[in-house]
């Protein structure tokens, strides 16, 4: 077939099932001319691109391309001649080497964890490139969780120090390199922009000096730089995002660029319903199409293979599948609301107690109550790039190209998955257009699905295992859809007296991996943000239920937070209402213990202009969180009108620590007031029979571009170790517009999304 119409009946045809028109382009297809050799789909953007450079930037190249980009065997620079540690590499033509650890998803790490190691070596940004690691949890591994993974805002936080002394061991070397060779005390060279020099004239690049360098002893203990004599830490535009380029000309490489000799295409016919079991299928229908070479069963379900995206979803289309659906046949979301409602208000498992008296001190005395029952629905990731893997059995090994956000978890479960040991499987680690959490589960669900083809089909070619939008979000690993009842009482003074609080929702790491976090029968997932919570509230008496489903549950960008946070955040401002005081002041007095939150909500209302006059229809609502060890605290100015509402402005202040990369830091939080906005007016997965409704964009709506307030972000200065950026924007968007709406006239709201509740987006 031409490679242009293959190409686009891929990535265009299969979106539209418009049959009769690809049966138009096999007709004529036969009079076009023959494409150029080499052209591709991605040449169009390359073309122009960078004179003929080839970079790949946190991307898999056949060996081929690395080559002639100049890159050695595992995409490192071809000379590299120095590499004083697993993270660090300098080649005899100036470039460094930046490994990355991490999976970069958008979030921006792959910048930020170069601009830590070559800040302390000094190096020249310009002559920095940067590769993935392997897997290899030896030397790789998340030192907040003890395996290779990335998730929980922590790439940056638990690499800081790793990554500036890995920088710093590289420029020791190099200077005593220089020392030796110049026959000058080390303490005399001075280094910058990639160059030693000396007062006596004598100068040298780190390439040159290189081989040199290789030669010397570590040192044990390197000397890191003080905050005032960063280069590009904490400096404004002074490391641009280095993945940026190649996803602009087209050179990054996804999943669904990699190719292989003879590279197969498979989609699965997944179960229709959760807990659906496959009884039998008939492939004769699917084995007539043209492409289609293989109709196989696997554990996940029915594989149809082709030679093709379009094939084998055409291939799909006409297999007959039986399934039994009974397990799931009485799951619905609103009865599921009901059983949860019933729950919360009933005794469970404790997450907090309230703590005794303080000697001498009298309690306060409940005279008002304050009582809601919040719903939260079940919510998909819905990133842009649908879930994806290449798997290929050959010569007794496996080897796969996906964004492996758990490389720990992927390479473990692909090598049982292919029957074989762990030194026989090899990762390569992809970027990915998105997660929020969706790749990042202890069960790799894709990876493995994609191994099991491979086996499925005897390893005869490699092949590559496609999610479609629908396959993605009818997968579940949701979060999980979740019911908060609270009952809060306050004293004649207006100050908190009594509340308890029932939590009601699936355990995201029961029976995964990841159940060790489980303490006393409490998953920490379930609660986080409530208990233990921004103020201080000793009075807490809370109570867990975690009821198990067929549908499987995943965390979700900034996992309980999503939920917790809006609680707390909108009953303290119904409490705020309730003491008749001001929702700020309110916050503040219960926060003595928490000064680096009320230095948050202090800075943000500020911007804002707390307290201004706003017009008619219009209102402030605040909030503040922290989660991941940031502190968030935002305002919304909202406008109500007609029962519709915009949000107009956002005022954002981020407390994380030292700003490693502040144009990271501000596009983080931006995105996350983006993604927390769309879930907030549209997003809900409805289950009806076990079935789930939304299953596209069309039922699934995000948030559109003209949607997006504008947004105004502070940093608060600080020199304390960085902690996370990509979630803990999310959590106090929802509970600000919220305490907005209300201010400006309209209803408290408790189900989300806010279309449930009948208003909706302006």
């Known amino acids: 077939m031409h490679p242009l119409m293959q190409t686009f009946r891929e990535q265009h045809l299969s979106e539209r099932e418009d049959a009769a028109f690809a049966s138009l382009v096999l007709e004529r297809e036969a009079a076009l001319p023959p494409l150029p050799a080499g052209v591709t789909r991605r040449n169009v953007l390359t073309a122009g691109a960078a004179g003929g450079l080839v970079v790949a930037i946190g991307g898999w190249m056949p060996q081929p391309a690395r080559a002639a980009a100049g890159q050695g065997p595992e995409g490192g620079a071809a000379r590299a001649v120095f590499e004083p540690n697993q ?109 030693l020099t000396h007062a006596s004239g004598k100068k040298a690049t780190y390439g040159e000096m290189a081989a040199a360098a290789a030669r010397q002893k570590p040192p044990e203990k390197p000397v890191l730089k003080t905050p005032d004599q960063f280069t590009l830490m904490g400096r404004e535009h002074a490391t641009p995002r280095v993945d940026s380029p190649s996803k602009c000309n087209g050179t990054a490489t996804y999943t669904g660029d990699v190719k292989l ?189 994609a191994v099991n083809v491979a086996v499925a089909i005897k390893g005869r070619a490699p092949v590559r295992l496609q999610y479609t939008r629908e396959d993605d979000m009818g997968a579940g690993l949701y979060r999980p859809m979740m019911v908060h009842s609270v009952q809060v009482g306050i004293d004649d003074a207006g100050r908190v007296a009594s509340w308890k609080h029932g939590v009601v929702g699936q355990s995201i790491v029961a029976g995964t991996a990841m159940a060790m976090m489980i303490k006393d029968g409490i998953d920490p997932t379930s609660v986080e943000g409530v208990f233990p919570a921004s103020y201080d509230l000793p009075m807490m008496d809370g109570q867990l239920h975690s009821p ?96 519709k509402v915009r949000v107009d402005r956002v005022f954002c202040v981020v407390d994380c620590g030292i700003a490693v990369n502040p144009d990271v830091i501000r596009a983080q939080m931006e995105g996350c007031i983006g993604f927390a906005l769309g879930a907030l007016y549209y997003s809900e997965i409805e289950l009806q029979a076990g079935r789930p409704v939304q299953q596209n964009f069309g039922q699934y709506k995000a948030l559109r571009i003209y949607e997006m307030p504008a947004v105004e972000v502070f940093i608060v200065p600080s020199t304390a170790a960085p902690t996370g950026v990509g979630e803990p924007g999310v959590p106090p968007l929802g509970p600000a517009v919220a305490n907005a709406i209300v201010r400006a006239g309209g209803p408290a709201i408790t189900r989300l999304p806010f279309a449930r509740a009948g208003v909706v987006q302006a």
């Open 87 to 195: 993270f660090v590499s300098v080649g005899t033509d100036n470039l460094v080497t930046i490994v990355n650890k991490h999976h970069e998803m958008g979030q921006g790490n792959t910048t930020g964890l170069a601009s830590l190691a070559a800040d302390e070596l000094d190096a020249d940004w310009s002559l920095v490139r940067t590769e993935y690691a392997g897997s290899n949890v030896k030397l790789y591994a998340n030192l907040a969780f003890g395996m290779q993974g990335t998730g929980g805002s922590s790439a940056i936080a638990n690499s800081y120090l790793q990554y500036r002394t890995a920088g710093a061991t590289a420029r020791a070397m190099l200077v005593s390199a220089a020392a030796e060779a110049w026959g000058v005390p080390a303490s005399e060279i001075r280094t910058s922009n990639s160059t």
């Open 261 to 449: 000799p003879g590279l197969l295409t498979a989609v699965i016919a997944f179960p229709p319903s959760f807990g659906a079991k496959m009884v039998s299928f008939d492939a004769s229908a699917a084995k007539k199409v043209r492409g289609v070479t293989d109709v196989v069963a696997v554990p996940e379900g029915v594989a149809v293979v082709a030679k093709g995206t379009w094939a084998a979803q055409q291939g799909r289309r006409a297999l007959k599948v039986t399934w039994d659906e009974s397990v799931g046949a009485r799951l619905d979301s609103e009865a599921l609301l009901v059983t949860y409602r019933e729950l919360a208000t009933q005794p469970g498992t404790p997450f907090a107690k309230p703590a005794a008296a303080e000697a001498g001190k009298p309690s306060p005395v409940a005279t008002k109550t304050i009582d809601a029952v919040y719903e939260f629905p079940f919510l998909a990731h819905a990133p842009m790039e649908p879930q994806s893997c290449v798997a290929w059995l050959h010569d007794g090994m496996l080897e796969t190209w996906a964004g492996h956000q758990f490389p720990t978890f992927d390479h473990q479960l692909a090598a049982k998955a292919a029957g074989l040991p762990l030194e026989k499987v090899k990762l390569h680690s992809l970027i990915s257009g998105g997660s929020f959490g969706r790749r990042a589960n202890a069960f790799s669900d894709f990876t493995v699905a």
């Open 548 to 643: 198990t489903l067929p549908v499987r549950p995943l965390w979700w960008r900034s996992v309980g937070n999503t939920h917790t946070a809006y609680v707390m955040e909108t009953m303290m401002d119904r409490l705020a209402h309730a003491a008749g005081q001001d929702p700020l002041a309110f916050r503040l007095a219960l926060m003595d213990r928490n000064p680096r939150g009320a230095n948050a909500l202090k800075l943000v209302a500020e911007k804002a202009g707390w307290g201004k006059a706003m017009p008619a229809g219009s209102a402030q609502g605040i909030a503040v969180h922290e989660c991941f060890g940031t502190t968030v605290a935002q305002v919304a100015e909202v406008t109500l009108k007609d029962g």
